[in-house]
């Protein structure tokens, strides 16, 4: 049930990357338009003359800013429209039409509610008494405002109907009627009863979504600070679009008159701003949620390139460089953050901590500085210029971000060069051997090989051959696809693909590849519709699988204890169910003794007794944390049979403990192992769960 629901999430969150890849070109239309339209503008850098009211130009220039206005006025139905297209399995085309209608019906009998109930009179004014802000136009239709979560909630009910009925078969007499074409019909009559639910119990969770946005708001720059640390951490499981598009979007994010109208949040208010030319300094309170990722992204991740860069081996120096050059490029441009910090984040999480940190810390610097600098998609140079240079230092006190943001530099670098040489952490060009990962480089391509071909391909191969592979769809950097059978995927044949990490959960898996993978999920499905690959694929498909498997290296963790095997997400312990020390496995046990799970040395003895460190002859370090919460013990009812530097065998005592007596005085003893180093294999697979016995196979550990 759990995984369902994170798959869910997850296809929230790609399906919100539609919408939002339209925020950039509307924000360049309504910034470029604003800007030179503006009188100040014009009159302190002397452009009247060509670009006065009258001009050319300036009528050109209107024309872009009413374009782009457009687009963030409508935003509500370009959700609908983008979410039902994301979340939809088949014939997305029809579910986009569909949730067009759904979003006409559902607006449509709200309105006639309003005005039987006298809250909207005949002449369309806003009758005397009603709330202020509680009522907009949307599409043309005098509706409530709901603002984008009216979208989410058509585009979400949409597709859920879409992929419930687009095959239903209807009698012969009404076949017309059947399959995709049943979907717009079953979808225009659901909302009109959705669009009479959303009249009666909209307006208090209306006056709820205030309350959290006044509690968000009201907790200052600590609520400022959470919010980048949350952010940030959802960012490897591709569900930050999830979290923070609320705040943007709605009045969890804050609510503000502009121009007499009530804006409702963050980026809306900013952009509301922007195109009212009587705004004098804009709202930090409204850009908290993204004014500080201009520090980060085009100064911090920066700085940690260059300490990775540093910290490379000689010999390795001039291929990490060239990798960390283009991300760091990346992320100051576009403010695209995940192929440097997916750089360092498979092969060195103790970084990707400190980036959380430091990250979400930015946003709460930015908020104290009274920064003020929209931005589109991201936090990028060309965002930081057009609303941030181009309005001018006294609206958004951009200049601010320059010393921070040096700092930040400096920072990033000395904290990730020290922790990468204190820990000897394997960063790009410390690798203890040649980097595998590659198949074909940019020489491979121009001496004859069709990678517009081959590469998906063996990308489909990867993931167990065309039969298994359900829905593809991508974000900013990850394919991600929905598998029928997650135990066909062959990790090593995508690592061979160019993957830069691999992410499984229940039947999803996400491959990393950076801003190119558009192009790889567009060449993938294209491929998937033709018919079987030419002898050419088929033979690099067999070599390399051939390889793959004589390369392979596997190593075994077996049953430690007696008991209940698990998985690691039904721990009750958000560290541990949330793999947040690594990935493996757990026992309820049902004796209280423990064996090693590995050849190996013991590598430390906590001093509360509770939890053993060993390193594998394979060099997994695995970690047996015996009981949850256990270290409130200090150590007693613990009897530990090894120390620190000795050799054991799988099978060998490590501890014993009283179960009962532990039990009784009410510890939970699940007792996690966990492979420490995990983010250093191609995979980690659990073979079997329920009641073992100890030394039974458990873990298959692959590299």
């Known amino acids: 049930m759990k995984n369902r629901y994170f798959d ?60 782009g206005k457009v687009l963030f006025d409508n935003l509500p139905i370009i959700f609908a429209v983008g979410i039902a297209i994301g979340m939809a399995k088949r014939e997305k085309e029809v579910a986009a039409l569909a949730a067009v209608i759904a979003y006409f ?39 409530l405002q709901m603002g984008v979560f009216g979208g989410i ?3 979400m009910g949409v597709a859920a109907l879409h992929n419930r009925f687009h095959r239903i078969e209807v009698p012969n007499a009404l076949s017309f009627f059947g399959g995709s074409r049943f979907v717009p019909i079953i979808s225009a009559l659901v909302y009109v009863f959705v669009g009479i639910l959303m009249f009666f119990i909209w307006p208090p969770i209306q006056s709820g979504i205030y309350s959290l946005g006044g509690l968000v708001t009201g907790t200052g720059y600590l609520g400022t600070l959470i919010f980048g640390l949350v952010k940030r951490v959802l960012v490897p499981f591709g569900l930050h679009h999830v979290f923070y598009i609320p705040f943007w979007q709605t009045a969890v994010g804050g609510t503000m008159e502009v121009s007499g109208d009530l804006i409702m949040g963050g980026q809306n208010i900013f952009f509301a701003q922007l195109a009212d ?79 959380v940190v430091l990250a979400g810390a930015a946003y709460m610097f930015a908020h104290i500085l009274n920064i003020a600098v929209g931005l589109t998609f991201s936090g990028g140079l060309v965002d930081l210029f057009l609303f941030g240079i181009l309005q001018g230092n006294d609206k958004t006190n951009w200049m601010r971000l320059i010393p921070i943001g040096i700092l930040y530099f400096a920072v990033y670098y000395f904290v990730f060069k020290f922790l990468i040489l204190k820990f000897d952490l394997k960063t790009p060009g410390r690798e203890d051997e040649e980097d595998e990962s590659r198949l074909y480089t940019k020489e491979d391509y121009n001496q004859g090989r069709d990678a517009a071909l081959q590469l998906p391909a063996l990308i489909a191969a990867g993931l167990g051959g065309k039969k298994n592979i359900g829905d593809i769809d991508c974000c900013a950097t990850r394919l991600r696809c929905g598998l029928s059978d997650i135990g066909l995927v062959d990790d090593k044949i995508l690592q061979r693909t160019g993957s830069r990490g691999i992410l499984k959960r229940a039947n999803s898996i996400q491959i990393i590849y950076g801003p190119q993978v558009t192009i790889i999920k567009s060449q993938l499905e294209e491929y998937l519709k033709r018919g079987k690959e030419d002898r050419k694929t088929r033979k690099i498909i067999e070599e390399i699988g051939q390889k793959a498997e004589e390369e392979s290296q596997v190593e075994i963790v077996y049953a430690p204890i007696k008991g209940k095997i698990i998985e690691l997400e039904q721990v009750p312990d958000e560290v541990f169910s949330g793999g947040m020390l690594g990935e493996g496995f757990a026992v309820i046990p049902e004796e209280g003794a423990v064996f090693s799970p590995v050849d190996g040395i013991i590598s430390a003895v906590f001093h509360t007794k509770h939890a053993i460190a060993m390193t594998s002859t394979g ?59 995990s983010s250093e294999y191609i995979s980690i697979t659990l073979e079997q769960t329920g009641e073992q016995e100890v030394g039974t196979d458990i873990l298959m550990i692959n590299w």
């Not at 890849?21 to 470029?32: D, K, M, N, Q, R």
């Not at 997994?620 to 013990?633: P, Y």
Request: proline letters at 4%.
């Open 153 to 155: 909630i058509t585009g």
């Open 277 to 355: 030319p009587q705004t004098v300094q804009f709202s930090a309170q409204a850009c908290r949620y993204f004014s500080g990722e201009f520090i980060f992204m085009i100064f911090g991740l920066p700085g940690a390139a260059l300490a990775m860069y540093h910290c490379a081996k000689p010999e390795k120096k001039k291929l990490a460089g060239g990798l960390l050059l283009s991300a760091a490029l990346t992320s100051m441009a576009t403010g695209i953050t995940e192929p440097i910090e997916f750089t360092f984040l498979f092969v060195a999480p103790m970084l990707f901590g400190v980036q």
């Open 105 to 143: 019906s559902m607006n449509a009998s709200i309105n006639a509610l309003l005005v039987i109930t006298g809250k909207v009179l005949e002449n369309g004014t806003v009758a005397n008494g009603v709330l202020a802000g509680t009522i907009t136009t949307s599409v043309g239709i005098q509706t």
């Open 8 to 67: 869910v999430l997850q296809r929230m969150g790609r399906s919100f990357m539609l919408p939002l890849a339209v925020l950039p070109a509307a924000g360049l239309l309504l910034g470029l338009g604003s800007s030179f339209t503006n009188e100040t503008i014009i009159e302190a850098y002397g452009l009247s003359a060509i670009l006065g009211k009258g001009t050319v130009l300036y009528g050109l220039l209107t024309v872009m800013q009413k374009s």
């Open 619 to 677: 060099n997994a370090e695995v970690l047996i944390h015996m009981g949850l919460n256990t270290v409130k013990l200090g150590g007693k009812g613990f009897d530990i049979k090894v120390e620190p530097g000795q050799k054991v065998k799988t099978g060998d005592l490590l501890a014993q403990f009283d179960l009962e007596d532990m039990k009784s005085a009410g510890f939970d003893m699940t007792t996690p192992v966990v492979i420490s180093n």
